[in-house]
């Protein structure tokens, strides 16, 4: 799968489907602190993530 | 295009859901999460008698995802408001390549709802920028930033004949602010409700999405194409509240309801402590006569040391 940060940088995780939650904290990310996309449509973190998905996560604890 | 059969579905209407409530459980969709979100803020307002028949109510519109989504809820509540206009007021503080964007994205806001909109700035209103007079004293950004932007919105208010504020605060930076004070011994903070009976001294701010989640919120702006990637403000990462908000937001996740039971446990504290804790009179600042609880209001406790 293709994972867009909100740095905007790109990874490429080869995974075995799994939650969206459990990509996420693999990470080091709080579920709480994005939001997430799956091939451009909103998508709730127990949501199973695919091979072939490109999931885009926006940042939304911003300071200010 | 068609989501996967893995999508978890709406609670209510089985459409695929793009918001999760792990407080509730509950999985809502598009419609769902956003009917949801302005009912409860619609629900707020109406049990705490936020706005009231006839109101102004001026909108604190930094262009930023919290005042952005309250402006466009107050907005679409206004026909259920029966005789309350709003107009909305922008503070541009001066930070470099931070407020300049924001201060667009409130134009453009303001433009494509028909919403009144007044704008003032820290130049005009105190002589300098934000930026200018946090030289050297960065770490006390916040707090300076906090005493001008509340005098210049009010000063926006007032100027609007408004009479009620209303701020984007959300149930994160509430129950941020709860920690805070707590975290601060700052007692007299932990227990003043800014919404509370002003007796006409000042405009009363209210805080219509205190019980929607910052996640909530931005959900809300993606479903209606509202969502701007803004940049951070350069001084958040001076501010108590920056470390506050990533415990909190662990807690939250590993504790679903802790946002939540912090506020209620900071309004029990306010009742419990109506009746013994006795709050400073409000006077007026013998420089500016301001409402102050002192001698001197802090605008004017700060305005001597600011580099003009």
Known sequence: MKLILPDRSVRVLDISPSTLEAILLSLGINPLEVIASRNGILVTEDTVIGLDDEIRLLRIAHGG | MVPGPEVPRCSICTDPAVLFQRGNGRHLCGT??????CDRVSATIREEEMIVPGDRVAVALSGGKDSTALLMILNRLLPSLKGVSLVAITIDEGIAGYRDETVRSAGNLVSSLGVEHISLSFPDLFG???DQFLKGREKEACTVCGILRKKALITGSERAGATKLATGHNLDDEAQSVLMNIF??????????SGADSSGRFIPRIK????????EIATFLLLNNAWTDLPECPYSGYALRREVRSMLSGLEYRHPGTMQHLMES????????ASTYTREPIRRCRVCGDPSSGELCQLCQLRSSLVR
Do not use: M, Q, W
């Open chain 2, 184 to 193: 601060r011994g700052d007692f007299s903070r932990l227990v003043r409700n």
């Open chain 2, 208 to 215: 219509p999405l205190k019980g929607i989640s910052e996640k």
């Open chain 2, 32 to 37: 769902h999460a956003i009917s949801d979100i």
């Open chain 2, 128 to 130: 300098n920028t934000l």
């Open chain 2, 266 to 273: 900071k309004k029990k504290i306010e009742k419990y402590c």
